[in-house]
Structure formats: structure tokens, C-alpha cells
Nanobody, 125 residues
Framework: QVQLVESGGGLVQAGGSLRLSCAASGRTFSNYAMGWFRQAPGKEREFVTAISWSDGSTYSVDSVKGRFTISRDNAKNTVYLQMNSLKPEDTAVYYC??????????????????WGQGTQVTVSS
């Protein structure tokens, strides 16, 4: 049974940083793509960034390029999201997700098979 457990959310001032972690378990993820999504109050869940577990290639939306970095630690089966220069509009629940087909550039909600429970990120102005 696949489990994705996020941690690292919290309250931070604008301009600050946070690092989210996603611990994955339940199977071998070497052929997966792992992604981060976020959902702000009253809005739809949106794709943020993804990483190919096999070769570390990444893909991000323009609004976070240069501020957010996704990475993975194969030994720990953990994916990270380093968020710098945070803005109030980054406030959302952040979800880790696993794409079994390994399609890095497939950013739709339906591309992902497994989801974590989410972690709240709040950026104050």
C-alpha cells in the first residue's frame, strides 16, 4: 500500500523559506514521477512542480521558477520542496503526489495515482 506523508509546513513571513518533505513508502518508486500540488481556499488544486525519480529531471510552473526547488533522496525515499522568497499568494495546502507512469510533464490532477494528506503553508504579509 502506497503511503505519502508530508511534513514541514507552517507559518512564515513573506520573503521567508520553508522546506516540505514527502516520505514515500509501500513500493519501489524508481520509475515514478513525484509531484507537488497546492490548493488555496476557494480555488482548485494546482500543479506546482514534479521530479522524475529515475534521473532527477524536473518540471515547474512559471510562478515558482527561481523560488521553489524540488529534489529527492533515493536512500530515504523522500522528496523535498524547498520554497524560498515566499509570497502571500503561495499560501495553500501543499500535497505530495505520485505518478505511477512516470510522466514528468503530465501535470493534471488525473495524472497522479497516489496522494498525501497535505500540509498547510501560510505566508503572512
Amino acid at each position: 500500500q502506497v503511503q505519502l506523508v508530508e511534513s514541514g509546513g507552517g507559518l512564515v513571513q513573506a520573503g521567508g523559506s520553508l522546506r516540505l518533505s514527502c516520505a514515500a513508502s509501500g513500493r519501489t518508486f524508481s520509475n515514478y514521477a513525484m509531484g507537488w500540488f497546492r490548493q488555496a481556499p476557494g480555488k482548485e488544486r494546482e500543479f506546482v512542480t514534479a521530479i522524475s525519480w529515475s534521473d532527477g529531471s524536473t518540471y515547474s510552473v512559471d510562478s515558482v521558477k527561481g523560488r521553489f526547488t524540488i529534489s529527492r533522496d533515493n536512500a530515504k525515499n523522500t522528496v523535498y520542496l524547498q520554497m524560498n522568497s515566499l509570497k502571500p499568494e503561495d499560501t495553500a495546502v501543499y500535497y505530495c503526489a505520485a505518478n505511477q507512469a512516470g510522466r514528468l510533464y503530465c501535470s493534471g490532477y488525473g495524472c497522479y495515482n497516489y496522494w498525501g494528506q497535505g500540509t498547510q503553508v501560510t505566508v503572512s504579509s
